[in-house]
């Protein structure tokens, strides 16, 4: 079956560290993105790339780093400069050019700061 | 510029009563319109898109929303809760050129037995 895998489900992390979260997509998907999700706040757009080798800063991308070096892959890392981690992260996907073009979400990773 | 405004953040109905939940955008082009669903610790899947075919869109689970310009409104209705409907709503719009879209704040909803 085709869909978008994240992991780990859970993540904790100390402060000062820097963390991955993983993405992959075996959709065939151009566009991937990542949002934050708080409570009360929706979705929030942390990062987004319609192509590899091509990333675009969402709302908001202080203390985050993305890369796409593969189609299938959109790593994120939470970096010590991001002083709030502690949140639900999820990984989207969508097909470029079929219209709505409608976001795929994985299961999501929630990160905890201990 | 679009935006996305959902009204009431928790809505409670009785199994078997009707569910409506509000969502009102802004878009300055013609928008597609999207409900998600989202159970607790997964993610958003999609409930209904709405793409200009028809103003009345159906979608999974029993969930219908209409399109109405005039209002700039997408409710979502089902006319009899379920237990499994339980779960948080998220609207949301696009309408850029590209593939941004924006989430609404969500809506909680309780199915009281």
């Known amino acids: 079956d085709g869909g978008i895998t994240q992991s780990p489900k859970y993540l904790f992390r100390k402060e000062g560290q820097n963390v991955t979260l993983s993405c992959e997509q075996n959709l065939n998907h151009d566009a991937m993105y990542w949002y934050r999700q708080d409570p009360g706040q929706g979705l929030r757009l942390i990062y987004y790339?319609?192509?590899?080798?091509?990333?675009q800063k969402g709302d908001i991308a202080e203390g985050y780093s993305v890369s796409r070096e593969k189609k299938e892959s959109f790593p994120l890392t939470v970096t010590s400069a991001q002083k709030n981690p502690t949140a639900f992260y999820l990984c989207?996907?969508?097909?470029?050019?079929?219209?709505?073009?409608?976001?795929?979400f994985g299961p999501g990773t929630r990160l905890t700061v201990l | 510029a679009q935006s996305v405004t959902q009204l009431g953040s928790h809505v409670s109905v009785s199994e078997g009563a009707l569910v409506l939940l509000r969502c009102n955008y802004s878009?300055?082009?013609?928008?597609?319109l999207f409900w998600y669903v989202q159970y607790p610790n997964q993610g958003l899947q999609l409930l209904l898109k709405?793409?200009?075919?028809?103003?009345l869109v159906k979608g999974i689970n029993g969930f219908e929303a209409e399109f109405k310009k005039s209002e700039t409104s997408f409710h979502l209705t089902k006319p009899s809760a379920h237990m499994s409907d339980a779960a948080e709503y998220f609207c949301a719009v696009k309408g850029g050129g590209y593939q941004k879209v924006t989430f609404g704040t969500g809506t909680k909803l309780q199915v009281i037995p």
């Open positions: 878009s300055s082009v013609p928008p597609y």
């Open positions: 989207a996907s969508t097909y470029v050019g079929g219209g709505t073009d409608t976001q795929y």
């Open positions: 709405y793409t200009s075919a028809a103003t």
């Open positions: 790339s319609q192509i590899v080798n091509d990333f």
